[in-house]
């Protein structure tokens, strides 16, 4: 043991613990070594503490601007105590009367004023002394300290004139020194405007004092002037006034006022230049937002990196469109100067109380202060859309979050970005819209599901539904104008009139009876104990008193007032309504007058008696009496193979009476659990074996349908990070990327356009310049796992570059995507990519177009390919996207088109009105044919008051799928349906059915318009039929029809006719043409045609006046020949007619259904519970057993 310890090594003393306790380590040999920032000298110790520490500099020349205040209160009593003579003697200029006590004080101040000044020569010294010795400062400080130390060494010198009252100079030029100090030491650097103001302020007061004193002291040897005098002469003096009656006498007090005023004269315009300058500045830069207003205000702050009118234009409407948010105030933090538009609206008196402008960045904690950043309610950053390079626009905007993060932890953040990819960047934010996420899955629905861009866009802007006016000329324009006004609300259960009714019931009861009551449409609910928002979650779901309700209604249910005219309705059995009648009317709200005007106008909701007589005479009867003036339209559904919209059996009767509908069951009896095959297509389960068949032999010789599988899935290589997973159609092998290149041939597939391929539906061709990442949220929708593989159209990518292998990646996944590299601009492009066989082309705009030397201009050349496209084919469905919202007013532009321009009178005086919506009456807009991703801006701005809207418009658009919540989709209204009548009835129908809740119709009218004798002529030319050899007109109006205008003349009854049966139109057509060249032969065979030399002259007069229809249908098929495609599919004489579409928002359950009407649905989970209802249905509901999510003839998104 002994050896053990040996070998073991004592720990060093400072390690053990008795040494610790007895203190034995602090014997060691170690030795502390300290280390300064600054040298540990005594000039640099004095340094520190009078000039570099900025507080205790601070303090250093706060004393010396108090000792040079003192000194100049000395010489002031000095003067009040001196008595001259009355005779004049030049030696009272040099000697004066100086008490005993009053000399020793200015000794002791001029004393310690001359140490520090020699103090801080020597700590300024830096090597040159004449720098230091020459300064006015301490020239001044040495006229006016060396000689009261003078006087103490000779006492005769007691009584000389000292120029003390210059110690006011050195007093200014201190306190400017103190100010700079106290700025740095509170972190102040932007009050350059007070500092300019204190300057000049001192500098005038100083020049003034400096000719009081220098005239009193002068004067003494003449008029002998008092203080009083003094200051009253250099008043009137430096005001240009001159009375006159107080004047020096002597030539040195006169010297003096010339120089003082020459003096004065130089450097007064000077500091007022600097001050004007800096008031300038100041206003550039907008001051700052003060810290009492931000604690008392309300204020939010909106930072963007370029202001632009339009975008503040569009903040400014929707944010102030809600009655809460009238108090508060909007600070925009801008690094850009304001521009003369900018300026000229912010000082509009609604604005100028409301919006202030700094001009900062968001990356320097001053500006964020000066914009009070910790004390905002929100705060918005906007992308720069304009920039050339969008990825460092959006890098910019990361950094600004990233900055206001970490200044204002707690401030809410809502952010717009750019790319998707850069989402993940700023997954902290409160809320955040991607703008080409929302604008290519909006671009997709349009495809499949029409006008869905309008749809989002009218639900996301606020409306007072008072747009065109109230004496609108087309009921078209009424209706939609009503109808636009809807938006999404929300409210709780238990605290709604609405719903609090229909506690306990399935949701689909509380839907259709509170849109039959009060017109409101439920789309949507969420559970307390959840954040997730479900759309339709369908019959299964509950009502609980804690669910938050979302529904389309004009107004929320605290802005309406509920007025009952003619009975009070009360529950009853059977569902119908029994009571007396009563009129109740809750009192309005706090809004303002025009606001109460509004509500009482539009939102008033008349309870009208809604019993009806059913024929079974149990449940709620059939819905053909309107309660509520709102507009939207049905949906055809199928269910287990049999259309639920179809005709009931009619009983033994055969008189006509009005077919009834189940009732809307308030709780389902039975669930059933659907078996739905994941791998499997259930289109297969609908067609049966027939529809099996006819799926093989469409597969036969085509690649990707004989020797690939499809499946049901989640896509296995997502683009970005951030993006939703969503169950799609996809191949169970991926396609090599040389087979997605469709205008090229492979080993695997030998063809080369689209004609080969043999598709059996449609095509959708997407133009975009390059394959960003976005485009993946355009092919996600259009291959939903609930859409029918049957109905699937093949998409092709018109790309102006090569895409990168990751996007091919990622789309090679995808059954029956393709890409081509062409030009939207390139007709031979456009041919080979299958344009003849294309249902709809998108146009998105282009990233390297958005900037241009004109603002407006960056569409030109997408609206001039546009209007290509729609000459070259007007059959051709084409949607696009723009810019600027102003710029759809050129979209299919009819130059002699006088609705078109009465329309452009109405969108100015909406304008002038002030109104959210100025474009909604364009034709393009309201029929869903143009898209500015703009319009999404108002999305973020909603979502500060609607904190759901961001959720919802994803859940519509498909970009997220929640678990139990259903989807959009559509579906077309035929003959066979319209025995239901009216938009209430289908209402009940759906939900008694399949579940499905209608939010809205998108409705085709028949545009007719008066049209003169010339374009008659002109249009039976048109429509000739071209497969029959044309004959030479000899007639012909010299006026030429524009080729957009593809409508026949149709004024009577007749004409209307052949406008809905294009048979009858084509065959009227012909006649007038056949009719035309008898004409034509009876005049020709008198002149003898017989001649070739006739017969070439006819010819080229022919060719001559062919129509522009003809030239370019026949460039088409010329260039179709040339690349080796067959014309004989293409049709250029297909006629669309003048027609107009528009959008009803949550019509009134009278709302009348047309034909061809689409009706927006938001449709069920189909992998949710399904509910059996066939035991609780009559037989006359019609058959309802199979699965909810079998449908067949529907359009589904």
Not at 124 to 142: A, C, D, H, T
Not at 284 to 313: F, P, W
Not at 1030 to 1036: A, Y
Request: glycine share 6%; hydrophobic share 40%; proline share 5%.
């Amino acid at each position: 043991m002994v050896e053990l310890e040996k070998e073991v090594l004592p720990l060093p003393p400072r390690y053990r613990f008795r040494d610790l306790l007895l203190g034995d380590w602090q014997t060691d040999d170690r030795v502390q070594v300290e280390f300064y920032v600054n040298e540990n000298t005594f000039k640099e110790r004095l340094k520190l503490f009078f000039i570099k520490n900025q507080r205790s500099s601070l303090r250093v020349r706060l004393f010396n601007f108090f000792l040079k205040v003192v000194s100049c209160l000395l010489y002031i009593v000095r003067v009040l105590l001196d008595d001259p003579r009355e005779e004049r003697d030049w030696s009272l200029i040099i000697w004066v009367n100086r008490p005993l006590p009053l000399w020793a004080l200015q000794v002791l101040v001029a004393f310690i004023s001359f140490s520090e000044t020699m103090l801080l020569v020597y700590l300024s010294y830096k090597g040159n002394v004449w720098e230091q010795v020459l300064r006015i400062p301490f020239i001044l400080e040495m006229i006016s300290a060396v000689p009261f130390v003078i006087t103490v060494i000779l006492p005769s010198l007691r009584n000389l004139f000292i120029p003390v009252f210059l110690n006011c100079w050195l007093a200014k030029h201190a306190l400017e020194n103190m100010i700079n100090d106290l700025h740095r030491a509170i972190q102040r650097t932007h009050s350059a405007m007070f500092n300019q103001v204190l300057i000049l302020i001192s500098t005038l007061l100083c020049l003034i004092f400096t000719c009081i004193c220098g005239i009193q002291h002068l004067e003494r040897a003449g008029n002998n002037l008092t203080l009083f005098d003094s200051l009253y002469f250099c008043v009137v003096t430096f005001s240009t006034v001159g009375f006159g009656d107080v004047t020096p006498q002597i030539w040195p007090s006169q010297l003096l006022v010339v120089i003082m005023i020459c003096v004065a004269l130089i450097v007064l315009p000077i500091q007022f230049e600097q001050l004007a300058f800096l008031w300038m500045e100041r206003q550039k830069s907008g001051g700052n937002y003060s810290r009492y207003r931000a604690q008392t205000e309300k204020h939010v702050v909106l930072c963007v990196s370029c202001l632009k009118i339009d975008l503040l234009m569009d903040f400014l409407n929707e944010f102030f469109a809600h009655p809460r948010l009238q108090d508060y105030y909007v600070v925009i933090l801008c690094p850009a100067e304001m521009d003369v538009q900018v300026r000229r609206v912010l000082h509009i008196p609604l604005w100028a109380q409301r919006v202030i402008y700094l001009q900062g960045s968001a990356l320097k904690d001053q500006d964020l202060m000066r914009a009070k950043m910790d004390d905002a309610e929100a705060c918005f950053i906007l992308s720069n859309r304009f920039e050339v390079d969008r990825f460092a626009a959006d890098h910019q905007t990361i950094l600004r979050a990233w900055a206001v993060k970490d200044f204002a932890p707690n401030c809410p953040l809502y952010v717009q970005i750019l790319k998707p990819e850069n989402k993940f960047h700023i997954k902290f934010a409160d809320h955040v819209v991607c703008e080409e996420e929302f604008k290519y899955a909006m671009l997709a629905l349009n495809c499949v599901c029409p006008a869905t861009s309008t749809l989002i866009t009218l639900l996301i802007h606020s409306s007072r539904g008072q747009e065109g006016g109230a004496g609108s000329v087309d009921q078209w324009q009424r209706t939609y104008r009503r109808c636009a006004a809807n938006e999404v609300h929300h409210i709780r259960l238990e605290e709604s009139k609405f719903f609090g009714e229909y506690q306990g019931k399935s949701f689909t009861f509380a839907s259709f009876h509170a849109h039959k009551k009060y017109g409101v449409c439920l789309i949507g609910v969420r559970r307390m104990d959840t954040a997730n928002i479900l759309l339709n979650p369908g019959p299964c779901h509950i009502m609980g008193a804690s669910d938050t309700c979302f529904y389309i209604n004009i107004s929320k249910e605290e802005n309406s007032a509920f007025v009952r005219g003619h009975r009070e309705p009360v529950r009853g059995p059977g569902g119908e309504s029994r009571g007396v009648p009563q009129t109740i009317y809750h009192g309005l709200t706090r809004l303002p007058v025009h606001s109460i005007i509004a509500s009482m106008g539009t939102v008033a909701i008349d309870l009208q008696d809604s019993s009806d007589s059913s024929p079974e005479g149990t449940g709620p009867p059939a819905l053909g009496s309107g309660t509520v003036s709102r507009s939207r339209s049905g949906s055809r559904t199928e269910v287990g193979g049999c259309n639920t919209l179809a005709l009931p059996a009619m009983g033994g009767s055969g008189e006509e009476r009005r077919h009834s509908i189940a009732p809307v069951l308030e709780v389902v009896d039975r669930v059933h659990n659907p078996t739905f095959d994941l791998l499997g297509d259930q289109s297969e389960d609908e067609g049966g074996d027939d529809g099996k068949e006819e799926e093989e032999g469409e597969q036969k010789g085509q690649w990707w349908g004989a020797h690939c599988e499809w499946v049901k899935g989640y896509p296995l290589n997502s683009p970005y990070i951030g993006s939703s997973p969503a169950l799609c159609h996809l191949l169970q092998e991926k396609m090599p990327f040389c087979c997605l290149r469709l205008d090229k041939a492979c080993h695997h597939m030998p063809y080369e356009d689209a004609r080969s391929y043999g598709f059996k539906n449609k095509l959708i061709i997407v133009s975009a310049e390059s394959a960003g990442n976005g485009l993946y949220n355009f092919i996600v929708p259009l291959r939903a796992y609930y859409r029918p593989r049957k109905e699937l159209n093949p998409i092709v990518l018109l790309l102006e570059n090569v895409p990168e292998a990751d996007f091919l990646e990622a789309i090679c996944w995808f059954p029956m995507v393709y890409y081509t590299v062409g030009s939207i601009d390139n007709l031979d492009s456009l041919l080979r990519c299958g344009v003849t066989l294309a249902d709809t082309m998108v146009v998105v705009d282009k990233e390297s177009s958005m900037i241009a030397e004109e603002d407006y201009m960056a569409d030109a050349k997408t609206i001039v390919n546009v209007q290509t496209l729609f000459r070259l084919f007007p059959a051709l469905s084409i949607i696009t996207e723009l810019t600027h919202p102003a710029n759809m007013r050129f979209m299919q532009f009819k130059v002699k088109d006088h609705y078109s321009l009465a329309l452009s009178k109405l969108e100015k005086k909406e304008r002038e009105r002030g109104s959210n919506l100025v474009f909604m009456f364009r034709l393009p807009f309201a029929a869903g044919k143009v898209f500015s991703v703009s319009m999404l801006d108002t999305l973020l701005y909603q979502s500060f008051v609607k904190d759901y809207m961001i959720s919802i418009t994803r859940l519509l658009l498909g970009l997220d799928s929640m678990p139990g919540s259903g989807f959009l989709c559509a579906m077309k209204i035929t003959e066979e349906d319209l025995w239901i009548r009216t938009y209430g009835r289908l209402y009940q129908k759906l939900c008694s059915s399949t579940g499905d809740i209608p939010i809205g119709i998108y409705r085709t009218e028949a545009h007719k318009l008066p049209v003169s004798e010339s374009q008659v002529s002109i249009t039976v030319e048109d429509y000739e039929d071209t497969r029959e050899p044309r004959e030479p007109l000899l007639c012909r109006s010299g006026l030429h029809r524009n080729s957009t205008s593809s409508e026949p003349p149709s004024s009577s009854s007749t004409s209307s006719q052949a406008m809905d049966h294009p048979l009858l139109r084509r065959k009227s057509m012909q006649w007038a043409r056949r009719l035309s060249r008898k004409g034509g032969r009876s005049s020709g065979g008198a002149k003898g045609v017989g001649s070739a030399a006739e017969r070439i002259s006819q010819q080229r007069l022919s060719l001559f006046r062919r129509s522009e229809r003809q030239e370019l249908n026949a460039l088409v098929r010329t260039r179709m020949k040339h690349l080796g495609l067959s014309p004989s599919g293409f049709n250029g004489m297909t006629d669309q007619g003048n027609r107009l579409s528009y959008i009803l928002i949550n019509p009134s359950p009278d709302t009348r259904l047309e034909l061809h009407d689409v009706v927006y649905l938001i449709r069920p989970d189909l992998l949710s519970p399904v509910p059996n209802q066939a035991g609780a249905r009559k037989p006359s509901a019609g058959p309802a057993e199979g699965h909810r999510f079998d449908t067949q003839d529907s359009t589904h998104l």
